[in-house]
């Protein structure tokens, strides 16, 4: 990797930093965030404007240019990957060690006495904004919004914001319709007294009116806003999108329907005059709903007095409960998921002793096996596929610089998803095509002990998954080993693999309680720097548990895996798990073979359910 | 318990409300909340405001009384408690429940345009301030501060402010002197770059002087503020207590001292005038450290661009971390409170059955015996006595009209502890003198599991409390049991036996990590309401523990019981216990049996020390 020579274009940056036409004032720095105007995680390549103007591409960074420096700031994940993709112009400030100074601390620093700050609204959450603008303030600088990018209007070669055709998903797929989707959606707002929720999540907008897209990579959406008010429903979309006869038909667009579910289809770069009249509107106490994560322009739209801001919004909440159409999509998802794995992994086994395999080669190959399946549509993340060392760079993605070639000697770790129009995969597994040592299925044993842990846990209706996250580590612990991310994360269904407001992490006490019918990534791990990475991955649904005294009619709740891929019983170190945890991975294979072998079988794949029913084996304890 | 009739106190409240004598405007709402102007948990009775104004006494509830109205905020533990105590002038506003007003709510609701809502500044902390204050404006309302406290000016009999002589200590019970906690306090203070540092905890005055006294009962603390400059130090207290000679030489305010270490002593009254001078001297850049939690008028009295807050102070920090001296002299307080209570339990067993012992005698028996050791001072909270249904109310204080008798067919909760000169004590056991059922012992099993899954959990350095919750609830959670507390709690060295900044709860999120020599309670329990509640709860200490791969040595922790009675064998139903946990009970049995039993024979208390034999034989596990 080289570094991009960013000299010029700092140069122009800082020119039009200067320029009335952008500017009303001159700003004498400019900040550039990771984000879209949606918040996502994955974005857009139009929206990569940080990577543009800095050479770094990570996912996560953010860039500040004033009239004589460059600044980079990013997490210990990318230190290595920023320090070679960017060029001397920038100071790389690493977050997270002691002597690195926050972006406010630094901008009051460097800047001259009354500066002005320039950063697009839309890109920056109101919540940042006004974190940001107070420390300014209190230094005597002022955060200032710049309406145009500025970045924008530098980079020449920008490519299109997507605008790719929309996917209906009818009532088979998604349990309940748009329609009946806003009817509980403004019996929420009625309850907290709200008369408008603005959708700005890119996900939120698809699950409402159950459409898919593919503007963004991994994740199946489309660039789109929605405002929804008791009577009224208006959808900020682009393109000819909406020209599309299934399209129209599924939205009932040219129905005669009552006036409360007709949909105002309106261009996306209207959103802000939009809102902007509904904040102007308004009488007293009719209050907008928004997430508090919502961009600072459309935030600032509506009057403070008439804002109603919460962490979650009442359709992230309800868009994490999985309905049965959605369950049972999920279920067939990872059926097919699995079935490709089982193909993959007994490809592997042959081909890895040849010497020939590389990691983006396995990585190739499980997509392929993947696409053979109905229904799949794309990956649901970049395939993580690592071998020796590789593993335990936990984000690791490979290149052609650190592709290693699969051996007999290296534990090779797989985690990786597809996105199926009935449900969205995500699993890892990590297999050993030689024989492991000793310490690597201890290792490995612990993790299985401490995802067991977390699987088959009981616990009361209500509890939120943070305080499950220490059973993940509990077995690791007792020996002195730990792994230094969450232990799982909530799965969207044929939508975003990462996704609010549960999941099962040490990081987060503000998550949602768990209730049945949520989906959750369940992902102990161990990584040894240097030498191996660890990790057993599966999603999970929450369903209710049958206990004893049912917790005085508060109910019981426990997880079901959805995920039906063989845990590899040569990488187990038997005699480490209880005699309850060896009946779990027994119990656990047996219903692979039923469920994942019947579909093999009827595939045709019969190599596959040779592997696969060797592979699930139930396991022998010592006595 | 007949109401406190409060119509003549509510009128004269109503009056100085409008008196310009006490209010430079009228008040149409005054606000008492419980607590003191040091934001203590224990408060003395003439900071019992609440309870002279309404006739309430439990711990938490904030009384707001208008021209019309008044009404008291309390919580699920005591509805029933307020209602009876209070006359019909009250309205009782059950915290929790989903159709009761926040205060804020509520006063907007009742109140007239334009009001004011006054409250004593000292007793509301800046935080809670600042919450209340924004609500009231942004209903066109202003709080504001009554500087002198409304109630007390028509609290006629008010008891005097304690003041009572101080107890120094010496090097052997403290480990570190004043002056090098003051050393350090410093050097936290220059990383910090705070000029000023206000110690407005009561424990925490008391901890860093090394000075211990008796004005709030249980507490070993005194009414004082010190406020610590990087070359000054200044204590506010009153009375004559700093004329006794122990204490100035103690304090070494007759010798010739460094500047920096002479302590000028101020009146306890003075500390806002005094920090008002502080605060207008400052330089620009001097910041003044103070707690989140101190008072609305010491936080005012800086001005806000010099205010420096943290939830936890360094000393609350440096306070829970106990050093040798500390820990030898809790382990030495704990063996002579286990002496007491093998004397109790043993004189239980003879007497119940007789069916003369009520709840308060045993409680007062167990003072008796406590009472009995050396360097004994106290009691470090209310007992709690209590047998059969009452066992299941958690903060159940045995009193004349529900005092309960001792029975063979009923299971006895005692939780209880002291104050001696050289530790703090709190223990909970859970006995059943005749023979429990087959329910009562597994629900009693399933809390042992709970406090051996907590105090034998080897868990890395720097791991939050919060943590290990899950841990003391995982086998209860398994057959659908739970209890609606925490686990645990900080323990002071003869000091407040809650303290902060650790923990073991789900409740919190924000607790400090665990260190090695940091002390808290591990407190599992059930409750069955209208039966039987069940408690099992250690005094534990943090300490390294050994494990194999030792966190890549960050560290490995785990817990060492200082409480050494007792678990009752006969309430256990052994074949719900794994080996590993019989083990840790014969081994925690054979170490109460050492410890306590030679202090038992040294104390020439041969009947007890039977006793104690007798109960930790060990279990012998069915095969």
Known sequence: MSPKITTELLKQLRQVMKNPKYVQEPVQAYIVPSGDAHQSEYIAPCDCRRAFISGFDGSAGTAIVTEQHAAMWTDGRYFLQAAHQMDSNWTLMKMGLKDTPTQEDWLVSVLPEGSKVGV???????????????????????????????????WTDCPQRPCKPLITLDLSYTGVSWRDKI??????????????????????VAWLFNLRGFDVEYNPVFF???????????????????????????????????????IQVMPYGSILSELQAVGAGLSPKEKVWL???????????????????????????????????????????????????????????????????????????AEEFRSQQKDFVELSFATISSTGPNGAIIHYKPVPETNRTLSVNEIYLLDSGAQYKDGTTDVTRTMHFGTPSAYEKECFTYVLKGHI???????PNGTKGHLLDSFARSALWDCGLDYLHGTGHGVGSFLNVHEGPCGISYKTFADEPLEAGMIVSDEPGYY?????????ENVVLVIPAETKYNFKNRGSLTFEPLTLVPIQTKMIDVNL???????WVNEYHQRCREVVGAELERQGRHEALRWLLRETEPLARAQ
Request: net charge negative; charged share 30%.
């Open 120 to 154: 697009d609204p839309f890109i920056i959450p109101a919540d940042q904004w006004k974190r940001m603008s107070k420390a300014l303030r209190s230094a005597g600088h002022d955060l200032v919004p710049v309406k145009e990018n500025l970045i924008d209007t530098i």
């Open 224 to 262: 789109a806003y929605a405002v929804i008010g008791m009577n009224t429903i208006r959808l900020f979309i682009d393109g000819d999108r909406m020209m599309d006869p299934a399209v129209r038909e599924h939205l009932q667009l040219d129905s005669t329907l009552e006036p409360e579910f007709k």
């Open 528 to 536: 040894e720097d240097g030498s191996f990475g660890i990790r057993i």
């Open 453 to 459: 842990a977390v699987s088959a846990a009981i616990f």
């Open 291 to 365: 997430s508090d994560k919502a961009s600072y322009a459309l935030t600032e739209a509506i009057p403070k007095a008439y804002r109603y801001l919460t962490p979650y919004t009442p359709i992230c909440i309800a868009k994490a409960v999985k309905n049965t159409a959605e369950t049972e999509g999920m279920r067939r998802a990872h059926i097919k998921d699995a079935v490709a794995l089982c193909e993959l992994f007994n490809w592997l086994e042959k081909e890895v002793p040849k010497g020939t395999v590389t990691e983006i080669l396995a990585a190739d190959k």
């Open 183 to 204: 009817v509980a959606l403004r019996s929420k707002m009625a309850e907290r007294k709200v008369m408008w929720f603005v959708v700005t999540a890119l996900d939120e």
């Open 577 to 583: 798990l209880t005699e309850k945890e060896c009946t």
